[in-house]
């Protein structure tokens, strides 16, 4: 008996039609009732899983919001073209959403910030609080282990030579992943469009500041005088000052005299013009 | 061949005795200062009662407690409460302390008498007293000893076991202690089994101190009811699960304690602090502490007051040799290194080892390369390689489910890791995340 190649061609082909045709029939009896908007939702997310809304992953959110769960503003690595989106597809308002960036308030690399052992465990921050709470002098201080980078999904963040983390602002997409793996609560996400931070956390006073960094805030209330910001722009919490954004109407000018009077130039000033809107 | 006592799993580091295991107990001068930090043992903390400006006098209590798994703390030097406030710990955090200036006169409270009728007294009161003299394990975890004296009715203890391993590399304050004065570790230890109404004990030492085990028995050949064990030259042979096994060959459950199986460790420095507080109410304001390593210039034992700062350890050890790099409080592979001497003896502090470039230096750490040579040594029969790996990546629920809670951190994998990996760090970072996000979820 002789076997020719179009037999073969022939049987398996009609083998395929025949199974293909069967799973066809069965995914439409057997088909799982599905919400549509889960799905479009899904495609709308950045689909980087960074967890910033409280839902594990994307897919969850995408479920949780059709469920009533989470806002339709609640994806904030997405920001508001995201929220725009999802809230199209829900048929509802997404609301402001207010862009927000992360910025890590610490200037005190490797030069002008004392260290006072030499560290030499896991290269992680958290695990390096577990020892003498790190090797650097100041208590409040950026350890540079880069425990931020390594949970940052949008590759924001790195490290630089100096020891200290640097927010790629572009990528930043303020899902506050950093801030919580932070920690010493160094970094804070602020409004996209405010220019003016402060540099440090530290809540020591003069002198046990300056013994260890040349950089921090020295705790000396300057900026928040009257004369200096007017309206409570800045008040103090103990020994460190707290720049309340809501009340910063021009975030151009607003501050523009603090960061002048300040004594050590611990606010920090980002330069907004280089930065593409989001 | 005959094998001594011991239990599976284990390393052999160096024990590098040699530095101190010679040197008698010397006593060191009165220091000028003492830092008593309030929390010294695992427990609820207690309450401060002196002020700033408050004369105290030695052996006075400064702190005050009221919950039962605390103990309070004592003026180790007469002197003036210069400062309640946060100063260096040796567990690497500022810690509320009490700092007290000597006035010289190195004055009692209430003079140690010896009560000759001191095995007369009711076991509660036994109790009460080691309580309010502040005793916790000085072997250095430092758990309250009244506690672990009070084992609740379902779990009889039935036998006891006197800790006096000392497997840790380099310390030898425990061994010139059973040298010295075994009589007292020995009045402790029948102090002991009379609070817990037992007829038989164990005292387990490591084989590389014969001296000690020659004394001890023959102090104990009268004794019939007290067996000295002498157990294998391994690390972790001190830790109380593998001393447990070794001695009496009953395994310890996951997560339970030593009374779990009927069994009660104490240290031997614990012993002889029992039998002063018990017969003399001298409370614990001194311990032995072993001041060795290759970075001290005359590695000695010093018996020092609880408070004295490891800096004036050190100038009374001739300060330290040029190489000297690292000092840790305690011993080579469970101890801490410090940030600065400015930090206290506390009633825990068995040894202060100051390492050299040689000794101190690290590597760095390189991937593993799955070995398991963590697997073979790990006296809880965990996996240190997949803990550790699970908890670099963030599934520290994982870890969890490996066993991350059994570990002791008796840093034997990290000993022998040819890749240098720091696991016990791992360890130590998964068990902290993993109680926040406890704590998250509430």
Request: include cysteine; proline fraction near 6%; aromatic fraction near 4%.
């Amino acid at each position: 008996m002789d076997f020719d190649i179009t037999s073969a061609v022939i049987v398996m082909g009609s083998l395929g039609l025949v199974f293909g045709a069967g799973l066809a029939i069965a995914s439409k009896i057997l088909a799982v009732e599905k919400d549509k908007r889960v799905e479009q939702i899904e495609e709308a997310l950045p689909g980087a899983n960074c967890g910033a809304c409280g839902a594990p992953g994307c897919g969850g959110f995408a479920e949780g919001v059709v469920a009533g769960q989470y806002p339709v503003n609640g994806c904030t690595a997405g920001g508001s073209d995201v929220a725009a989106r999802i809230a199209e597809i829900m048929g509802t308002d997404a609301g402001d959403i207010v862009r927000k960036v992360a910025v890590v308030r610490c200037r005190g690399d490797k030069d002008t910030c004392v260290e006072r052992a030499i560290y030499s465990g896991v290269a992680d921050c958290r695990a390096a609080m577990l020892i003498a709470e790190g090797a650097k002098g100041c208590v409040y201080g950026c350890l540079g282990l880069g425990s931020c980078v390594k949970v940052c999904s949008f590759d924001a963040l790195h490290m630089a030579p100096e020891g200290l983390p640097v927010v790629d602002e572009d990528a930043c997409t303020g899902c506050g992943a950093c801030v919580e793996a932070c920690p010493r609560n160094i970094i804070e996400l602020i409004p996209f469009d405010q220019p003016v931070y402060l540099g440090c956390v530290s809540k020591d006073f003069g002198k046990s500041v300056k013994a260890v960094c040349k950089v921090g805030c020295i705790g000396c209330g300057m900026c928040a005088k009257e004369n200096v910001t007017a309206d409570e722009m800045i008040t103090m919490d103990g020994k460190i000052p707290v720049i309340h954004y809501d009340k910063v109407k021009n975030p151009q000018t607003d501050l523009a005299n603090a960061v002048e009077k300040c004594p050590t130039k611990s606010f920090v000033v980002r330069d907004l013009a280089e930065k593409s809107a989001p | 061949m005959f094998r001594k006592k011991s239990f599976r799993g284990g390393a052999h580091p160096h024990d590098e005795k040699r530095w101190s295991a010679d040197m008698a107990i010397q006593e060191m001068p009165l220091p000028g200062t003492v830092i008593i930090p309030v929390q010294q043992h695992i427990g609820a903390p207690a309450d401060i009662i002196v002020e700033k400006g408050d004369a105290v006098k030695k052996g006075q209590p400064l702190t005050k407690t009221s919950k039962f798994v605390s103990v309070p703390v004592h003026a180790s030097i007469s002197g003036t409460v210069a400062a309640v406030e946060k100063r260096p710990h040796p567990f690497g955090t500022d810690l509320t302390s009490i700092v007290i200036e000597s006035d010289g006169n190195d004055a009692w409270a209430a003079e140690p008498v010896m009560n000759p009728d001191y095995l007369s007294l009711g076991t509660d009161k036994m109790v009460q007293i080691i309580g309010e003299a502040g005793i916790a394990g000085m072997g250095g975890a430092a758990f309250p000893s009244h506690v672990k004296l009070s084992p609740p009715a379902d779990k009889p203890v039935d036998t006891l076991i006197l800790n006096g391993v000392e497997c840790e590399p380099y310390l030898t304050s425990d061994y010139r202690l059973m040298l010295e004065r075994p009589d007292d570790i020995l009045a402790g230890l029948q102090i002991i089994m009379k609070i817990l109404g037992l007829t038989k004990a164990f005292i387990g030492i490591e084989a590389n101190k014969p001296r000690a085990i020659a004394l001890l028995r023959e102090k104990c050949a009268e004794k019939k009811n007290i067996a000295i064990v002498p157990l294998a030259v391994k690390y972790p042979q001190g830790a109380e699960k593998q001393l447990i096994k070794a001695v009496s060959g009953r395994s310890v459950p996951s997560g339970g304690l030593p009374m779990d199986v009927g069994c009660l460790v104490h240290n031997v420095g614990t012993a002889a602090a029992i039998y002063e507080a018990v017969a003399m109410g001298k409370p614990l304001i001194e311990r032995i502490v072993s001041v060795t390593g290759p970075g001290v210039r005359k590695p000695r034992n010093i018996k020092a007051r609880i408070g004295t700062p490891f800096a004036d350890l050190i100038e009374f050890c001739g300060g330290y040799t040029q190489k000297a790099a690292k000092v840790i409080n305690g011993g080579p592979m469970m101890g801490i290194a410090q940030t600065t001497i400015a930090v206290p003896v506390i009633k825990g502090t068995s040894g202060i080892l100051v390492l050299d470039e040689r000794t101190a230096a690290g590597s760095d750490e390189l991937p593993c390369i799955s070995c398991a040579r963590c697997v073979d040594v790990c006296p809880m029969n965990l996996l240190p390689n997949h803990i550790a790996a699970f908890i670099e990546h963030n599934r520290v629920e994982d870890a969890q489910k490996m066993g991350l809670f059994d570990c002791m951190e008796c840093s034997t994998c990290s000993f022998i890791c040819p890749a240098k990996r720091n696991l016990v760090h791992y360890i130590k970072l998964g068990k902290a995340l993993w109680n926040e996000a406890q704590k998250k979820t509430g």
